[in-house]
């Protein structure tokens, strides 16, 4: 006992440590520890949640490049359909119109061909008609009563026959 | 002529309590962390300030050690505020024992065969009474963790275990070892302080100039060392008291 008393221990004061002690533990438990590590768990729980969400955002974003690549291409890939279709009906259009231009053209030069033939036709019966008749009437008038009309027709023959020869 | 006293001078009587110099110093170490506690409790921000961030550092420091060593979060949480308040307590303690002024400012006191010199403030663990009151309350802790976690009986087998005669004396010196943990804790905090400053003060005798430098320096380190070494011995011996729960089903 001499011993502890040399080093001042004193019952009392040890007891007014302990009391300090556990006065810190309490002030230092409810002002300090409780709501530091609440807000530590608030952080860790914030920071993992946005960790998460970044995450989230990142593989999104990802998704939708793709998506957007390929609704892209396949745009891109019908323009291409629909312009190609375009020029094909575009020239099967031409083509047509061409055709029956053509063939419009053909009815025309065949109908003015035969109307021209048969306007031909026409005026060379007139013509004939008028031959014969301006024939009859001159060698009427030069052969006059001499020759009878059996003759007369005979000689007409023959010169039509040698008109249409020539 | 230096004096140096073993035992922390006394000052007075407060009501039935005999208040010495280190019993002053320790309210004051307690005064200053009750303040800084509730300047903290009132600006605590998901955002931290500076000195929030400090505390947080060191909670976080703790709480992940001693995750690792107990290897349970639960039981973590549960140790924690006891230890961390060792460190908190030992720390400010020891450094705001370093202070200018501290046990340097006093009064020359006329007793009847000769005249002593009475300092107002002097390290809190520079009087075995805190070291002692420390070392008890973590030898204690260590118990009442030990039997929160296995149960009184389980528990008390760690001490008198009739098993067998090897057994027996195990318990025996292990018994004897709590025991002597209460000495090594409180002397060994106590005389690394102690040490502290006597050196500081023979020095300063010495060389009053510069010469004191390194030597603060040094005690600024040994009052973290020390805060630190009781903190993790406890840390460590909770860990063995929860062991007995663990082991031998």
Known sequence: MELLSSFGINGKLLLAQVVNFFILLLVLYFFVYKPIISILDKRNKTIKESQDEAERIKQESAELEIKKKEILAKAREEAMKIIQEARKEGENAKGDAVKKAQEGAQKIVSDAKVTIKAEQEAAFMELKKEVADMVIAVSSKVIAKNIDSDSESKLIDNVVKEMENK | ?249
């Open chain 2, 1 to 249: 002529m230096i004096e140096i006293s073993l035992k922390a001078e006394q000052l007075g009587h407060l009501g039935p309590l005999p208040v010495n110099n280190s019993l002053l110093a320790s309210w004051c170490a307690v005064l200053i962390l009750i303040v800084l506690a509730l300047i903290i409790r009132f600006s605590i921000k998901l955002i931290p300030s500076k000195i929030q961030s400090i505390f947080e550092m060191i909670i976080e420091y703790f709480l992940g050690l001693m995750e690792e060593i107990y290897g349970s979060k639960e039981k973590a949480r549960k140790v924690f505020p006891w230890v961390a308040t060792f460190f908190i307590f030992i720390l400010s303690c020891n450094w705001i024992g370093i202070l200018p002024g501290i046990g340097s400012i006093g009064l020359y006191e006329h007793g009847e065969d000769k005249t002593i010199f009475l300092p107002f403030l002097r390290s809190a663990n520079a009087d075995l009474n805190t070291t002692l009151a420390l070392a008890i309350i973590s030898v204690l802790l260590t118990q009442i963790f030990g039997i929160l976690a296995a149960g009184f009986f389980k528990y008390s087998k760690r001490f008198f275990n009739f098993s067998g005669f090897i057994n027996f004396f195990a318990g025996i010196l292990e018994f004897f070892s709590e025991l002597i943990k209460v000495v090594s804790f409180s002397f060994r905090l106590f005389g690394n302080i102690f040490a502290g400053e006597v050196l500081l003060v023979v020095i300063s005798a010495l060389v009053p100039f510069v010469a004191p430098l390194p030597f603060y320096f040094l005690e600024i380190f040994v009052g973290f060392i020390q805060a630190l070494v009781f903190t993790m011995l406890t840390i460590v011996f909770i860990r063995l008291a929860f062991l007995v729960a663990e082991e031998g089903h």
